[in-house]
């Protein structure tokens, strides 16, 4: 039976994923260092199983793909890193040390995840990884700078990974949605230009559903939604001056 490991599992895009796997049949497990509203899913889906993780504590990352995949012979089928954090604001008001912890959880977080869960990947038949892009990986993004890099990196590592596994039999890709309603999000209380002038316009759901089409037909970039699959295409082809025009239109504070 398919199963699947999701970080940031205890609310928005990850429990929306956890819910819809589960429905559909797999084998899901939650990590999430918010223990209660992990443990409030776990009961929701029947008890599954579940651990409170920091991902940016490499040993309890390896004790907890150890404890998930015994369960699974050893094996795993997907790994969605989709925790993550984010704050808006003006680059020098937020503190230094929020920085550095954008980077450690968004960046690092993922990178012990899939460090870890490489002997359990490479032993299951069609293997993958999910990793949580955005938009904001395509150009930087002002009054969001370390997330907008965090997700930078994200990309680099997908690319990356996606060639130098595949001899492996893994596949890595990652989902790029524009802003998504979540209660990380709907929780900022700078709200940045640029959303506010694109909106939040995407809900958990439709990220989750993403997921799901991601882990029937693989691709290495998945944008999502339809005003962002625009602006992602055209952007292969805009000349990046023009890119950067758009963006800092976008952003300006009046």
């Not at 398919?2 to 589960?22: E, Q």
Request: proline share 4%; with cysteine; glycine share 8%.
């Amino acid at each position: 039976m398919n199963n699947i490991l999701i970080t940031g599992a205890a609310s928005g895009i990850g429990a929306a994923t956890a819910r819809l796997f589960h429905q559909h049949g797999w084998q899901v497990g939650l990590l999430d260092i918010n223990h209660q509203a992990l443990a409030k899913l776990a009961g929701e889906l029947g008890n599954v199983w579940h651990a409170e993780l920091d991902v940016t504590d490499p040993a309890a990352v390896k004790v907890a793909l150890v404890d998930f995949c015994a369960l699974h012979g050893g094996q795993l089928r997907l790994l969605f890193n989709s925790a993550g954090i984010l704050q808006c604001g003006h680059f020098e008001d937020i503190e230094l040390s929020e920085h550095a912890r954008i980077l450690q959880i968004n960046v690092l977080g993922l990178l012990n995840m899939t460090h870890a869960a490489f002997p359990y990947l490479k032993a299951t038949p069609g293997a993958q990884v999910i990793n949580m892009g955005s938009a904001s990986g395509l150009y930087g993004v002002p009054h969001l700078a370390s997330y907008s890099a965090s997700k930078f990196a994200v990309r680099g590592l997908t690319e990356a990974l996606e060639l130098e596994w595949a001899k492996h039999g893994i596949r890595i890709g990652d989902l790029m949605p524009p802003f998504v309603s979540t209660p990380m999000l709907n929780s900022q209380r700078f709200q940045a230009p640029v959303l506010r002038r694109l909106g939040v316009n995407l809900e958990a759901e439709a990220v989750a559903q993403a997921a799901w089409a991601q882990a029937q037909q693989h691709k290495v970039h998945r944008p999502i939604s339809l005003q962002f699959k625009l602006l992602y295409w055209s952007g292969q082809v805009t000349p990046a001056w023009l890119t950067r025009r758009i963006m800092a239109w976008l952003s300006r504070d009046t």
